[in-house]
């Protein structure tokens, strides 16, 4: 099915470029190079999605968007920038927008963020139109009528005798209080006055075999053989209320999907720049850790800040694995460690002194099994739980931790169902009051939650552990009562990979540098120091650009021997285009692609232009002396 696509930019190059891209997927691709133009265009025709640049040169693309929104409501919107901020990102949401792209557009990623809009506005018109058949069905739906004088029943129909499975002749002459309604009912329709209609009320019926269902009641009073009586038009209502519950999952969905793409749009837009400010909390300590030898008293406080850095930028790539689907990097390990470092960190010592009545056990079997698993993520989990747990107690009570090897052999139906297989079990158990059968299965749905304001009540919290789990291959169980909960995480076992503690070693000798010069190129001032001091440390030499432009500058004057490349770089062209044009001029030329924040595209692109090493902000002395270890022993002499 063709779809008619409006582009709405100053950059006539631009447009050109992409109608062929667009063409070929089928769109029908019309432009417009001003807010003007674009107005007199939603005037001729309708479009199934707008492209919109949000610096035109006589509106704002929020603008365009707003009589989108208002006038052309079927039009899915996207916002085309080269300078995108978090006000951007709100206003473009408050506007209705879909989401935001930045300059240049990945075609991938541009065609998927395109198909993606026109279907969310396909699911909104199925709403809609599930809500005007709701409509139809309520007011065509076939009545049952009774007749009655104080009570007694007249005279019926053949429709309120095959709804409530009753003969006429079974009815005339009894009491309709008794037989067809509830009493509550029968008081409504009696009122003390003598109103002319009586309703609509929504009321429970009672059918010859004992069960009840939704019934519409509307009352009139009218003259029947020369008296007053009442007349009830009684609707079965049971459709409707099947349809109000489809509705509502719809409108659930609906909302579910909404609120994960206003994340992902505000995760990704924040989480380059939350990553280089985690990236100073991180680096300076261990830095001076390195100066000031192991007996400085201030040593432990040190590793706790660098620590604690380490698991805000967890909690960054957290809320990015909940809203994109980012996966992790897996390593051997046992969770055993994982748990007694849990016990000895930080956010243990709070939860201890905010409980100061709440009782820890463990009990972690002696010969257990490896896992494959990022420690970072297992631990964010065991610290959400045990969160969730100690918030459920609140007073005085027991939070169980336990470890142990499990195996089956047939498919286990507990929360979901769990394949046969070997497993390592990861268990958090309260004596809380439980979860209620109403909440249990919207736990670990994003940003639902019962948690006090202000303390660990985001809503993400069981939505992490879910993510996690399921990103590790595992599954999850919970048993709940009114003596408490009992979660349980279930992960597949590693028999092949070997563990290897974690040890805060020194770089190597051989990892050192030998006076190679690296240019660094990043368009933040603090980043830019922070990966020159590193690299002095490990015996490189350190040049810097804080943009691509000037690194491209640089490489035409200067002989370089790698270029250590932030992706995303505002204003300017970014860590990719910047090493094509490197490439130019230095083909030999290695990169290796630094990141607070990029997506799978950005990746791929990167890895296109042969680029082999991506590391992630914030990293280490070590990772960082790893990854230039190997790409400058591979790299031919200095260019």
Not at 602 to 610: H, P, S, V
Request: net charge negative; proline share 4%; charged share 25%.
């Amino acid at each position: 099915m063709e779809h008619a696509v409006l582009l709405v930019d100053d950059a006539v190059r631009f447009c050109h470029s992409l109608q062929p891209l667009l063409q070929a997927e089928r769109y029908q691709v019309d432009f417009a190079h001003s807010g003007a133009e674009a107005l007199d265009r939603l005037q001729q025709r309708s479009y199934a999605a707008a492209l919109v640049d949000i610096n035109l040169p006589d509106m704002a693309g929020t603008e365009i968007a707003s009589h989108l929104g208002t006038h052309h409501p079927d039009t899915a919107v996207i916002i085309l920038t080269g300078n995108a901020t978090v006000d951007n990102a709100v206003e473009s949401l408050r506007q209705g927008v879909y989401d935001y792209i930045r300059k240049p557009c990945a075609p991938e990623g541009l065609l998927r963020t395109l198909e993606h809009a026109i279907q969310h506005k396909q699911l909104q018109r199925e709403l809609r139109t599930s809500e005007k058949r709701f409509r139809q069905l309520a007011q065509a739906t076939w009545e049952g009528i009774i007749i009655y004088d104080r009570g007694t029943l007249l005279q019926t129909n053949t429709q309120l005798c095959r709804m409530f499975g009753y003969r006429e002749e079974e009815l005339i002459g009894r009491q309709v209080f008794s037989v067809l309604l509830d009493r509550a009912t029968i008081r409504a329709m009696n009122p003390g006055g003598d109103p002319e209609t009586i309703g609509p009320f929504e009321a429970r019926g009672i059918r010859k075999d004992g069960s009840t269902f939704p019934v519409e009641i509307r009352v009139k009073h009218i003259d029947h053989q020369g008296r007053q009586v009442q007349v009830a038009a009684i609707r079965d209502v049971t459709a409707n209320e099947i349809a109000l519950q489809q509705k509502m999952a719809l409108l659930e969905k609906l909302a579910d999907a909404q609120r994960m793409e206003s994340l992902g749009l505000m995760a990704s837009s924040v989480a380059h720049d939350l990553n280089n400010i985690l990236a100073g909390i991180i680096t300076y300590p261990e830095l001076m850790l390195m100066d000031l030898g192991e007996d400085f008293k201030h040593r432990e406080e040190l590793l706790m800040i660098r620590e604690a850095g380490k698991r805000a930028a967890a909690v960054v790539n957290d809320l990015l694995t909940v809203a994109r689907g980012a996966t992790c990097k897996k390593e051997v390990h046992n969770l055993n460690s994982l748990v007694a470092a849990y016990l000895k960190s930080v956010e243990y010592r709070e939860i201890a002194q905010r409980y100061p009545e709440i009782k820890v056990a463990t009990y972690l079997e002696g010969k257990l099994l490896n896992i494959s698993c990022s420690a970072m993520h297992l631990a964010k989990s065991i610290m959400n739980l045990m969160n969730n747990a100690a918030e459920a107690i609140q007073t005085r009570g027991q939070i169980t931790i336990a470890t142990r090897n499990v195996c089956f052999s047939i498919p286990y139906q507990g929360y979901e169902t769990i394949e046969p297989g070997e497993y390592v079990l990861l268990s958090v158990e309260d004596n809380g009051p439980g979860i209620s059968e109403q909440d249990i299965r919207q736990i670990f749905s994003p940003f639902y939650s019962k948690k006090v304001m202000g303390r660990s009540g985001t809503g993400l919290g069981l939505a992490v552990v879910w993510n996690t789990v399921h990103d590790h291959g595992g599954f999850v169980d919970v048993v709940t009562s009114s003596r408490g909960s009992l979660f349980s995480l279930y992960f597949p076992v590693d028999r092949q990979g070997v563990f290897r503690p974690v040890q805060h070693t020194v770089v190597s000798s051989q990892q050192r540098g030998r006076g190679e010069r690296i240019l660094v190129v990043d368009d933040q001032k603090s980043q830019r120091e922070i990966a020159r001091r590193l690299l002095t440390r490990l015996g490189y030499e350190p040049l810097t650009a804080a943009s691509g432009e000037e690194a491209v500058a640089i490489v035409r004057t200067t002989p370089v021997d790698l270029v250590l490349l932030d992706m995303i770089m505002d204003p300017g062209i970014n860590g990719c285009e910047t090493y094509r044009q490197i490439l130019e001029h230095a083909p030999n030329l290695k990169g290796i692609i630094t990141s607070g924040y990029s997506s799978a595209e950005d990746i791929q692109n990167a890895l296109g232009l042969g680029i082999s090493q991506v590391i992630k902000k914030p990293y280490s002395l070590q990772e960082l002396a790893q990854a230039l270890s190997l790409e400058i022993r591979s790299a031919p002499s200095r260019t």
